[in-house]
């Protein structure tokens, strides 16, 4: 069957002495054009009640009124917004937290993650647990600088074997240079800058920008 056979044309539309309201509201400037046409073909022998136009000129005053409260509302709701975005700035050098420690493990059997360390790490241990809590993996780390530091997992266990794919979690420990035991994990990053998309704060953590709505809490380093 030709295809073009199923195709409906739009049918044209004559011109007519009709008013055509597209939105189908009538607003404040509708109503007095409909008042001031009533007064003027009203019959002279037998003219408007003027309780009946002061009820009229009052539900006209009471539409103005409520749209211009409309409108100041949503002037508010748009500067308490960008206000609210805006506000993240000072978020910046904080620590925010995703809620999560999850890495992805696909089908091609690497995934890279960063952690980040408060302070520098003299020794310490890398833990990869399954969604159980099942230690997967642990390896021993070289004495590291403190920040953002990135790390790729080759998918395998302890003992080697290749692991399926999935979602894992990763937590470190470790002792600095003074002897104190500190801990962290996958998913709790300095916010080192913001950036807006299409009215949307976007935190820089570690390499990656991530949503403000993705972030569970922020608070001091």
């Known amino acids: 069957m030709d295809v073009t056979s199923t195709i409906t044309p739009t049918p044209t539309t004559e011109a007519t002495d009709q008013v055509y309201n597209p939105n189908g509201i009538l607003g404040k400037d509708d ?3 409909l008042l001031i046409t009533e007064l003027k073909y009203q019959d002279p022998t037998d003219p408007m009640d003027s309780d009946k136009i002061l009820t009229q000129t009052s539900q006209l005053a009471t ?3 409520q749209t211009n409260t409309n409108d100041t509302m949503k002037q508010i709701s748009e500067a308490y917004k960008s206000s609210a975005q805006f506000s993240t700035i000072g978020a910046i050098g904080k620590i925010a937290d995703v809620g999560n420690s999850d890495i992805r493990l696909d089908e091609s059997g690497k995934v890279g993650f960063e952690v980040y360390f408060p ?5 310490g241990t890398l833990q990869i647990t399954d969604s159980s809590g099942n230690l997967v993996k642990s390896v021993d780390l070289p004495s590291l600088s403190s920040g953002v530091h990135a790390f790729e997992w080759d998918g395998t266990d302890a003992s080697g074997n290749q692991v399926d794919a999935g979602v894992y979690q990763v937590y470190v420990s470790y002792t600095t240079s003074s002897g104190k035991e500190l801990d962290t994990r996958v998913g709790l990053y300095p916010i080192e800058s913001v950036r807006f998309e299409d009215g949307e ?3 820089k953590l570690g390499s990656n920008y991530v949503p403000l709505a993705q972030v569970k809490e922020v608070y001091g380093d």
Do not use: G, K, Y
């Open 31 to 33: 109503f007095l054009q």
């Open 63 to 65: 539409l103005e009124a």
């Open 119 to 123: 302070e520098e790490a003299a020794s």
């Open 201 to 203: 704060a976007l935190l």
